[in-house]
């Protein structure tokens, strides 16, 4: 079994110049490969070049008594610098020719005619050294025309015993580890016959450490490389990550990969129906979106249209808030589209519209959700509150429960807007009993702390209703307190409104999310903007309280 080098006593490694112990593989300072390095030569000691050295004659014969064949360097055809044969410089018996023969393969190769230093054959002295005459100095050769430098032995590498690879010394040019000039083969030991160029470039300057030739295309992977991890494929249909990407989406909205939360559907909800549209947000500081809104368009009997948006406000400290408010707006939708259209007055649908949303709150109480281990711990009823608006046969009627709110803005700005509903709150209950004013009651931290809701647990279902019959045209906002929290009154809130309201309903109930964003987004926003026309000639206004 081949056995690898191990550095002798004493030595030092060739990465940090750090001690050595016999039988080391690796440099306990740097991590150096030492199997790397290469034999030690005990019999050819490094030289520099050009100094006499006396070259042991050789025997004639090999280890098995039998004459040795001699390959003169005149017997080996070779080309010149412009591939053209070269001329015979001798006789086969006259040594100089091998000293100047071409195609050897030696570190900077000289001129036709002067010496060729690093020749190595068994037969022949080499090095500097003449056949007639061992020992004595070689001329200075003249400079040679190819750029490509002389090999320089290492100055360290009698200290470490080895050379970098390419770096032929007099004893490895012996041994058939002398060097190639470029665009030369390397040197056959045995018959000096050019081989074909080695990969490795040695006429760049030395770098202090090994040189290593590049992979060959194709070459296998190196097994000491740690395999990347594969991708962890992602099943077909499954939701991906927004984040990165990669992962997917688990049931409970974030990613098995990344972790990252998903936006739910209800985070950023936009609808546009006709001359209607709503836009309902999250805000900036709520974990979900309680809030929830329904628009839609129908026909009365006489084929007039009827326009209607609801929107409700999930109460944050009931149970499952979010499916109270959707519940409650998905059924008070449903039954105006079901009354309008056979005829009932907007007032009444309205009435019929907001307790069909309590039965639907109060029906989610009886179908209570349980987390495991909780199933006996006492959790309260959902609530939401409501509002809804019904333009309809010049009519504009509202409706309500809680604090959620509705406005009038006039397209004309010079007359002036007002708010519709009254607030189901401590803070309107100090104002009507006349313990404080609006600004006062409004300031109170108990202020928003509703005194009607929709919910199982409420104490009693009393919807408020109101019939309006402008004299002009302008929209309406129907609003939760995530908005008008920033534009509390009517002025505030017309101010808000862009101009182009009427016209354009989706980007007004865009502005309106944005101006509550802006101002904090400290709760859930939802804006339905449903624009009310009025025809020219125009009509008297009518109010109904109910």
């Not at 006499?52 to 004659?57: G, N, Q, R, S, T």
């Not at 004595?136 to 032995?153: G, L």
Request: proline letters at 12%; hydrophobic letters at 40%.
């Amino acid at each position: 079994m081949a056995q690898k080098h191990r550095p002798a006593a004493g030595s030092t490694c060739p990465g940090c110049d750090e001690p050595l112990e016999p039988g080391d593989r690796f440099c306990g300072a740097c991590g150096y490969d030492l199997s790397a390095v290469p034999a030690v030569p005990q019999d050819r000691p490094t030289v520099a070049i050009g100094t006499p050295v006396e070259w042991p004659a050789a025997t004639g014969t090999d280890t098995m008594g039998t004459p040795t064949p001699t390959q003169r360097a005149a017997d080996v055809p070779g080309t010149d610098s412009d591939g053209g044969e070269l001329p015979p410089t001798g006789t086969p018996g006259d040594p100089a020719p091998e000293a100047a023969a071409r195609g050897t393969g030696v570190p900077g190769a000289v001129a036709p005619g002067a010496a060729a230093p690093g020749v190595a054959v068994p037969s022949q002295p080499a090095h500097g050294t003449d056949a007639g005459a061992p020992g004595s100095p070689v001329p200075s050769p003249a400079p040679a025309p190819a750029p490509a430098p002389a090999a320089e032995p290492r100055a360290d590498a009698g200290d470490h015993g080895h050379e970098r690879p390419g770096t032929g010394t007099a004893g490895q040019a012996a041994h058939g580890h002398g060097t190639a000039t470029p665009g030369a083969g390397a040197a056959d030991p045995v018959t000096g016959a050019g081989q074909p160029a080695s990969p490795v470039r040695f006429d760049d300057p030395p770098s202090g450490d090994f040189e290593l030739a590049a992979p060959a295309p194709g070459a296998a992977p190196d097994p000491r490389a740690p395999a990347a991890p594969p991708a962890a494929a992602v099943p077909s249909g499954a939701k991906l990550c927004v984040a990165c990407r990669a992962g997917r989406v688990d049931t409970d909205g974030y990613c098995e990969n990344c972790g990252h939360a998903q936006p739910r559907e209800r985070d950023h909800m936009e609808q546009e129906l006709g001359p209607v549209a709503a836009v309902s947000d999250r805000g900036l500081r709520h974990h979900r979106n309680e809030d929830s809104f329904a628009v839609s368009a129908t026909a009365l009997p006489d084929g007039s249209p009827a326009v209607v948006a609801v929107v409700c406000d999930g109460v944050s400290s009931a149970t499952r808030p979010d499916e109270a408010s959707a519940a409650a707006a998905s059924a008070a939708n449903e039954r105006l589209l079901a009354a309008l259209p056979l005829g009932t007055h907007p007032q009444q649908a309205m009435h019929e519209a907001i307790v069909a949303a309590s039965e639907a709150v109060n029906s989610l109480a009886e179908q209570p959700e349980h987390a495991p281990g909780e199933e006996h711990r006492h959790q309260n009823a959902p609530a939401c509150t409501i509002v809804g608006a019904v333009a309809a046969g010049g009519l504009l009627v509202v409706g309500w429960v809680g604090d959620s709110r509705a406005y009038w803005v006039p397209d004309d700005r010079s007359g002036p807007p007002a708010r519709l509903t009254e607030d189901d709150s401590w803070a309107a209950q100090m104002v009507a009993a006349g313990l404080m004013n609006e600004a006062e009651a409004y300031a109170d931290e108990r202020a928003h702390a509703i005194t009607g809701w929709l919910g199982a647990d409420a104490y009693e279902l009393e919807p408020h209703t109101a019939a309006f019959k402008p004299d002009r045209s302008g929209v309406v906002v129907v609003c939760t307190d995530g908005l008008w929290n920033y534009a509390e009154g009517a002025e505030e809130m017309a101010r808000a409104v862009p101009v182009d309201a009427a016209a354009r309903p989706l980007h007004s109930a865009q502005m309106l999310v944005g101006h509550a964003l802006d101002g904090g987004g400290h709760d859930n926003v939802t804006v339905a903007v449903l624009p009310f026309a009025v025809p020219r000639q125009g009509a008297g206004s009518a109010e109904d309280m109910a």
